[in-house]
């Protein structure tokens, strides 16, 4: 059974950083980082395999950093803009999970708000 808590949401400025935690049990072979926005379609910000490979929607790249520990995923992000805004979402999916209906564990998701 996977069981995924994520934590780290907020409200910042536009250019501020956050940094997401989802602490994380069972199998977690590919995880990720989902948002959704208010009347716009989930999507995947960024994956991780095991092997430490990862990646990044465009919109994102530069300035979000994926990574894992031993039952925990992060995700830093940098230079928030106002799309940003969304509720964060960690995942997990079987390896090779992609879409966002590749992964079938979610957490609870995390707001977060960035403002001008």
């Known amino acids: 059974q996977v069981q995924l808590q994520e934590s780290g949401g907020g409200s910042v400025q536009s250019g501020g950083s956050l940094k997401l935690s989802c602490a994380a049990s069972?199998?977690?072979?590919?995880m990720a980082w989902l948002r959704q926005a208010p009347g716009k379609e989930r999507e995947v910000v960024a994956d991780?395999?095991?092997?430490?490979s990862s990646t990044y929607t465009d919109s994102v790249k530069g300035r979000f950093t994926i990574s894992r520990g031993p039952g925990i995923l992060y995700l830093q992000m940098n230079s928030l803009k106002l799309e940003d805004t969304a509720m964060y979402y960690c995942a997990v999916g079987p390896p090779g999970s992609t879409m966002p209906y590749d992964f079938h564990f979610w957490g609870q998701g995390t707001q977060v708000t960035v403002s001008s």
């Open positions: 069972g199998d977690t072979r590919c």
């Open positions: 991780m395999r095991m092997d430490g």
